[in-house]
């Protein structure tokens, strides 16, 4: 049974840093995009940062800069490294694997094949 499993969140003052991580089990996600999505109350849930195991990045524009993907692919694991926190990144964020085959990222939460149950990042101002 595929698992993945978030860790990290918390509560943080503006301008504060988290390092949320995401441990996966079940497979080998080697040759997949692992993801970070977010999603805030009454707002759709957003991609914020994407990479491949050949580390290739993606980045959503409010987040470059201040926020680093990285992986550990001998754990199966993904990191997202979040400095300069600002109120309105508060949100359940989620880690997510999907497995299509790249052409480039996909940003739709469709397009993710394996999610984990979310770990709450609350920002205050």
């Known amino acids: 049974q595929v698992q993945l499993v978030e860790s990290g969140g918390g509560l943080v003052q503006a301008g504060g840093s988290l390092r949320l991580s995401c441990s996966a089990s079940g497979r080998t996600f080697s040759g997949n995009t692992m993801g970070w999505f977010r999603q805030a109350p009454g707002k759709q849930r957003e991609l914020v940062a994407a990479i491949t195991s050949g580390r290739t990045t993606y980045y959503a524009d409010s987040m470059k800069g201040r926020f680093t993907i990285s992986t550990d692919n001998a754990k199966n694991m993904s990191f997202l490294q979040m400095n300069g926190l600002k109120p309105e990144d508060t949100a359940v964020y989620y880690c997510?694997?999907?497995?299509?085959?790249?052409?480039?990222?996909?940003?739709?939460?469709?397009?993710?094949?394996?999610w984990g149950q979310g770990t709450q990042v609350t920002v205050s101002s």
């Open positions: 997510a694997v999907g497995t299509y085959v790249w052409y480039g990222f996909r940003q739709r939460p469709g397009d993710y094949d394996y």
